[in-house]
């Protein structure tokens, strides 16, 4: 992948795919809070009904962001700094809030978490990582996200030519919960586990690879929608503060609504 790279203009497209995806992460977590906090039975209805398209929305923010590693200068200070956030977050989620009396909020290997261990992992693969081709790199992604995908319920496969059936002693622990391996009584309000996540990930850095090389396309650069730019170039404070603002305003106005009844 190439060490030194030469993006003269903003990828306009990158902030706009992203904040697309922060938007609808912003709707998605309101149902979420608004259902199990509130009882509103039609924020759990929409919860429900959106849920299928929720892995879709979050690929698109992960490949991205696997894409915009190749536009920074310096992945493992980020990386780490996204990790001590994320581990801040745990602490509030985990300890603070059920402390507080809220059930279910606690998130250990959420978002965030996921990646700034990406961001590491690149950080310090980026050398052998460039000696791939992107176009072999996404290829291998690809089959290893299939191969991977079912680790949660203890196989790696691939179709019925390749299966591994997993120790079950490895899933009465959570120890390995970040690789995707975990109790059945684990629960995390926000979860992405590194497999088969990483792959969405590094599918997304072989094709930023490609592109410093070669030139993003012509069409990646104007601005189209500002709105979705800005959201996401402001994506990590969005997500640090859409949760706490969301719940603000559903609470006020539970209080108005009782105050009428």
């Given at each position: 992948?190439?060490?030194?790279?030469?993006?003269?203009?903003r990828?306009?497209?990158?902030?706009?795919?992203?904040?697309?995806?922060?938007?609808?992460?912003?709707?998605?977590?309101?149902?979420?809070m608004?259902?199990?906090?509130?009882?509103?039975?039609?924020?759990?209805?929409?919860?429900?009904?959106?849920?299928?398209?929720?892995?879709?929305?979050?690929?698109?923010?992960?490949?991205?962001?696997?894409?915009?590693?190749?536009?920074?200068?310096?992945?493992?200070?980020?990386?780490?700094?996204?990790?001590?956030?994320?581990?801040?977050?745990?602490?509030?989620?985990?300890?603070?809030?059920?402390a507080?009396?809220?059930?279910?909020?606690?998130?250990?290997?959420?978002?965030?978490?996921?990646?700034?261990?990406?961001?590491?992992?690149?950080?310090?693969?980026?050398?052998?990582?460039?000696r791939?081709?992107?176009?072999?790199?996404?290829?291998?992604?690809?089959?290893?996200?299939?191969?991977?995908?079912?680790?949660?319920?203890?196989?790696?496969?691939?179709?019925?030519?390749?299966?591994?059936?997993?120790?079950?002693?490895?899933?009465?622990?959570?120890?390995?919960?970040?690789?995707?391996?975990?109790?059945?009584?684990?629960?995390?309000?926000?979860y992405?586990?590194?497999?088969?996540?990483?792959?969405?990930?590094?599918?997304?850095?072989?094709?930023?690879?490609?592109?410093?090389?070669?030139?993003?396309?012509?069409?990646?650069?104007?601005?189209?929608?500002?709105?979705?730019?800005?959201?996401?170039?402001?994506?990590?404070?969005?997500?640090?503060?859409?949760?706490?603002?969301?719940?603000?305003?559903a609470?006020?106005?539970?209080?108005?609504?009782?105050?009428?009844?």
């Open positions: 992948m190439h060490n030194k790279p030469q993006v003269k203009n990828i306009n497209f990158l902030d706009e795919a992203r904040g697309l995806a922060v938007f609808c992460m912003i709707f998605y977590h309101a149902f979420f608004l259902g199990s906090f509130f009882e509103w039975e039609w924020a759990d209805a929409l919860f429900d009904f959106f849920m299928p398209v929720e892995p879709f929305f979050a690929g698109i923010f992960i490949f991205i962001c696997g894409i915009s590693c190749t536009l920074s200068r310096n992945n493992f200070k980020r990386g780490a700094i996204l990790l001590a956030i994320a581990l801040g977050l745990t602490l509030v989620t985990a300890v603070i809030m059920p507080l009396g809220f059930e279910k909020v606690q998130i250990y290997f959420g978002i965030l978490h996921f990646l700034s261990v990406s961001i590491i992992i690149y950080a310090l693969l980026k050398k052998p990582l460039g791939v081709s992107p176009f072999a790199g996404v290829l291998i992604c690809a089959v290893l996200y299939a191969f991977t995908s079912g680790i949660s319920r203890g196989e790696l496969s691939y179709g019925e030519l390749i299966s591994f059936s997993l120790p079950e002693s490895l899933y009465k622990t959570d120890i390995f919960m970040p690789l995707g391996i975990y109790s059945p009584g684990f629960f995390s309000a926000d992405f586990p590194i497999f088969p996540d990483i792959f969405i990930f590094l599918a997304g850095a072989f094709t930023g690879a490609y592109c410093v090389k070669n030139g993003f396309p012509k069409w990646s650069i104007p601005q189209r929608v500002p709105f979705f730019g800005f959201l996401g170039r402001n994506a990590l404070v969005i997500y640090i503060a859409h949760m706490p603002i969301i719940f603000a305003l609470y006020g106005a539970e209080l108005i609504i009782n105050l009428f009844k």
